[in-house]
Nanobody, 119 residues
Framework: QVQLVESGGGLVQPGGSLRLSCAAS????????MAWYRQAPGKQRELVAS???????GAADSVKGRFTISRDNAKNTVYLQMNSLKPEDTAVYYC?????????????WGQGTQVTVSS
């Protein structure tokens, strides 16, 4: 069992910054990947950024140059640094961790944290 607890969301003005955190605990054996998703009202959930177990990162075109995903292995925590925020970034952000046990890959989700960008 793996539990994910998210924090760091809130209300910020356009151009501002926020850092989201996702702390993992439980039976963590091998992490396949970690990622941040977001879902705006009335829209589909979309992948924002990801980082593999080997440290390779990727990000959606809409956030490249503004968002950075990183991790702290000692704290079992993944972060999303969000700079130059825009109103269209407003969404509920979800942390996802995929673990590998043998040949099985299991997904775990955080509870979600609201990010609102508004003047």
């Amino acid at each position: 069992q793996v539990q994910l607890v998210e924090s760091g969301g809130g209300l910020v003005q356009p151009g501002g910054s926020l850092r989201l955190s996702c702390a993992a605990s439980g039976s963590i054996f091998s992490i396949y990947a970690m990622a941040w998703y977001r879902q705006a009202p009335g829209k589909q959930r979309e992948l924002v950024a990801s980082i593999t177990g080997g440290g390779s990162t990727g990000a959606a075109d809409s956030v490249k140059g503004r968002f950075t995903i990183s991790r702290d292995n000692a704290k079992n925590t993944v972060y999303l640094q969000m700079n130059s925020l825009k109103p269209e970034d407003t969404a509920v952000y979800y942390c996802n961790v995929a673990t590998m046990t043998g040949s099985r890959i299991n997904d775990y989700w955080g509870q979600g944290t609201q990010v609102t960008v508004s003047s």
